[in-house]
């Protein structure tokens, strides 16, 4: 048999055997049915809430008392919208999350990440002792730190500003972000930084020219989870706020009321929904990021 005729009759046998059975696929397809089910049904029960959040926001108050609740709006108006920005004072409550947030945030990481490589990378006397003490401000509860809290910043005279929701959050957020950068570090050869300090390189240095290039993605995921926790905190902005013109936006929801009282459940629909969407919409842009920041930490230790 020559070669010609070999690869010819070869030929035919191997496509034959490359194809899957239509038996095969079917049974594969059927297999994968339950999956797409509850993947299905996780999506329902995830979005319905938020589409059922977006669309009340063009509801009037006739519509919600009268309507059933899954009735669709009768018109797609944004009244609802403006009455959150003018009337319920949600642009200010907005500036001041923003005011609260950011810096506490940004006081978070550069306390925590600084904290976190002269735990794990430095080497000094008494390193893990501190760790462990940092890491005993997770066991606190925030609940029973609130009312000692209060006492001190009436004292300081500080109950009529911002700095106590920033000096709260930042103090709050201080041990977890310690200890995840810790990890985080801890997952670095160190070889880089025994090479680096080799070469005549100052601990200082190594930090920002060493560390924080390789903690970016970390250190994003943490600003993020700090960012969504400090944003959507009620109960110590509601303790330390004693002002309206002071009041964060998760304050400001629970005040949607008209002159009688009574909730205003569009307008209140309206603030949430532009709440939940804009939060949304940083995690969907940045969600890679999260998921190499978070993998990073568990390759070692």
Known sequence: MTETQTLVGIA??????S???FGRRAARIARRIPVWFVIALLLIVVLYPQVWMVLGSFKTQSEFLSNPTWALPESFDLDNYVQAFTRGNVAVNYRNSLLVTLPSVALIVMLGVAAGYALEVMIWK???????????????PGQMILVPLFTVYFKLGLTNSLWPLIITYTVMGLPLTTFLMATYFRSVPREVFEAATMDGCSPLKQFFVIGLPLMKNAILTIALVQFFSVWNDLLIALTFTSKQDL???QVGLLSMNDEYGSTQYGPLFAAISINIVALLIVFVFLNK????????????G
Do not use: D, N
């Open 12 to 17: 035919p046998l191997s496509r034959k055997t």
């Open 19 to 21: 194809r899957v059975p």
């Open 126 to 140: 008494g390193r893990h002792a501190t760790l462990l003490l940092i890491l005993g401000g997770i066991m606190v």
């Open 247 to 249: 009041a964060t936006i």
């Open 289 to 300: 990021k999260i998921m190499a920041g978070m993998a990073a930490g568990s390759v070692k």
